[in-house]
């Protein structure tokens, strides 16, 4: 079963809010991944975080990684219509296994 | 283009036959995953390959097999095809530095509808 829990599953917002999915394991995370997948596209890896506590920043998305490095988050100040898709963190333990999320879904009204 | 190709792009079948889905890897990674992804689903992860050899393997199938070859290429077999394996099945290549995965780049995938 899906041991990467990702919350929200929908979230819709007005073009200009913010944005913010999370993800939390049951486990210890060596690392955690990001990937946008636009409607009708595929998953496009964005960012991996790798230290506890770690916070990183591409434009409008801000990412963070949990000091226990059970959770993570990322943020998008002002949203805009490009950023429309689904959003999946994956978390790899240290056994090496890599476990993505079931996936936020976002829309954005212009 | 992500440097990782998937072939066919669309396929249409009918139950109970079999078909073969391909991948080539992004030039230098060793590690190959295939993700079958359902409708507004998540991605399931199937089964991964690294320089020939099955690592690891997910919530694949009796039904479903694959392979990678020397070249590395990879190719995911479906046999006795349900309604059910209608889906879009992805693969993903990644290098790993130290035990640690570099980012997935996945293909365009193949979107499998069973008839």
């Known amino acids: 079963g899906q041991q990467v829990m990702q919350i929200p599953q929908y979230q819709h917002v007005q073009e200009g809010e913010d944005f913010t999915t999370y993800c939390n394991s049951s486990?210890?995370?060596?690392?955690i991944q990001w990937y946008k997948q636009r409607p009708g596209g595929h998953p496009v890896f964005l960012i991996q975080?790798?230290?506890?506590?770690e916070v990183k920043k591409q434009k409008r998305l801000t990412f963070q990684f949990g000091e226990a490095k059970k959770n993570s988050s990322l943020h998008i100040t002002a949203t805009q219509t490009t950023d429309v898709g689904t959003y999946f963190c994956a978390g790899q333990r240290n056994n090496n296994d890599m476990r993505f999320g079931a996936g936020t879904r976002l829309t954005v009204k212009p | 283009d992500s440097g990782v190709t998937q072939t066919p792009k669309h396929l249409i079948t009918a139950t109970g036959q079999r078909v073969t889905l391909r991948c080539s890897p992004r030039s230098g990674d060793l590690s190959v995953y295939w993700y079958q992804q359902s409708l507004d689903q998540g991605l399931q992860f199937l089964i991964q390959y690294y320089n020939g050899e099955e690592r690891a393997k997910g919530n694949i199938l009796e039904r479903f097999s694959a392979q990678q070859f020397p070249d590395l290429h990879s190719e995911l077999n479906l046999s006795s095809l349900e309604l059910g394996d209608s889906a879009l099945y992805f693969c993903?290549?990644?290098?790993?530095?130290?035990?640690?995965?570099?980012?997935?780049?996945f293909g365009s995938g193949t979107r499998l509808t069973v008839v």
């Open positions: 993903a290549s990644s290098v790993e530095i130290a035990g640690r995965r570099d980012g997935y780049t």
């Open positions: 975080l790798v230290k506890s506590g």
């Open positions: 486990t210890t995370l060596s690392n």
